[in-house]
């Protein structure tokens, strides 16, 4: 896993990672992540999030 960024929202400190995954195409939710619906990225712009989740993912974004 790579440390990516640590960001501050109003009370909150976020530690974000990236995580190598070989066989992305075969991943799936499970555990506390399993009733999440994932999105494609550029949809995150229209889906209600707060600014830390924006942010998190534009920062994402502009290491692809």
Known sequence: MLYLMELETGSTRH??????????HAARPLNEIFDCIWFPLDAVQNLNTSDATLRIVKAFQRRL
């Open 15 to 24: 530690h974000v990672f990236e995580a190598s995954v070989p066989d992305y």
